[in-house]
């Protein structure tokens, strides 16, 4: 593990694997960068991948207020650990930060995103425009806990099972440990709809990734974003759920990253 400063004075952690073109990886919402540390493992086979914490979580640093643009910031860091630039790739939430990243003039030579989670009228319902209140609210009531338990069943949309589960799992702590980081997400996704500024500002190659067993409404979502970048394109993963296997997605990146 190596750490860089972001502009701020935030220390942001990362690995790196591998030599050869690099690759930076964004995590996603209620994780941090162990969630695509098998990913990474993969893709050292070809490129130099930097996977890191965001900040807030795992090893990273974090600082009092939250801005998207602290984020953007740590991802200047990382690029610039990685000689400059670097093929850019986030997951769910991360991909929309990795977008608006790159539509804020980031060097990502390329852009890859796995289902970044827009949501079309007449999709499913959007969660409420004061979503990262109610996470922020619970996180300064002490209640952690609700606040992992309202992103999976009010923002993610899981049944009320899987919950119940995830609060009796042995991995459920972990969730209490970032849940203020899920406030940071939910400001990144504003109110879930398709970022047409920002994806209109994007012009490097763009790959939006989607699940062949995904949500309707998610596949809807890619789609209608991928059509309004100047060099997009679209491509499903045969039997991929949103939880994808490394495997598949690292063999969609080698592909598209060359």
Known sequence: MDKV???DGTSIA????GTGPAVVLVCGGSVDRMSNAPLA???AENFAVY????RGRGDSGDAAEYAVEREFEDLDAIFAAAGGSASLYGTSSGAALALLATA???PASRLALWEP???LDGGRPRPPANTADIFRDFVAAGRRDKAAEHFMAEVVGLPPEFVEMAKASPWWPAQEAIAHTLAYDATVMGDYSLPVDALGKVSVPTRVLTGGASWQWMVDGNEAAAARLADGSHRTLDGQEHNVDPGAMARALKEFFG
């Not at 996977?51 to 965001?54: A, I, S």
């Open 51 to 54: 996977n890191y914490d965001r």
């Open 5 to 7: 400063t972001s502009a």
């Open 41 to 43: 493992a993969l893709l």
């Open 117 to 119: 989670p827009y949501i």
């Open 104 to 106: 804020s003039g980031r």
């Open 14 to 17: 990362y690995d790196r694997l």
